[in-house]
């Protein structure tokens, strides 16, 4: 079974900084890539960006090019979003996934249901 636990949300106002952080468990972890969402009250799931675990090839969401920065450390199995310049429009329940087989052809990172695996969520607030 493998668990995805993210931690680092809270409460922050406008032009703060924060880290979000996920770290992927399993008797066996291995995966293709990694990518965090976010879903505000009323709005359907969106992605904010994704990271390879070989290469670290990195893709990101229009909204989020710039402020947003996901890295990865192998050898925690753990995935991290630092996140600058917030806006309030980036509050929203941040969630981290996992794709487990490698996928091909179009912007494959964007879309949830090619992720397998999926975090509780931790809450992000940015007030004006």
């Known amino acids: 079974q493998v668990q995805l636990v993210e931690s680092g949300g809270g409460l922050v106002q406008a032009g703060d900084s924060l880290r979000l952080s996920c770290a992927a468990s399993?008797?066996?972890?291995?995966?293709?890539?990694m990518g965090w969402f976010r879903q505000a009250p009323g709005k359907e799931r969106e992605f904010v960006a994704s990271?390879?675990?070989?290469?670290?090839?990195?893709y990101y969401a229009d909204p989020v090019k710039g402020r947003f920065t996901i890295s990865r450390d192998n050898a925690k199995n753990t995935v991290y979003l630092q996140m600058n310049s917030l806006k309030p429009e980036d509050t929203a329940v941040y969630y981290c996934?996992?794709?487990?087989?490698?996928?091909?052809?179009?912007?494959?990172?964007?879309?949830?249901?090619?992720?397998?695996?999926w975090g509780q969520g931790t809450q992000v607030t940015v007030s004006s």
């Open positions: 399993g008797r066996t972890f291995s995966s293709y890539a």
């Open positions: 990271i390879r675990w070989s290469g670290g090839r990195t």
């Open positions: 996934a996992a794709v487990i087989s490698a996928q091909y052809g179009g912007r494959w990172y964007e879309y949830p249901d090619n992720y397998n695996y």
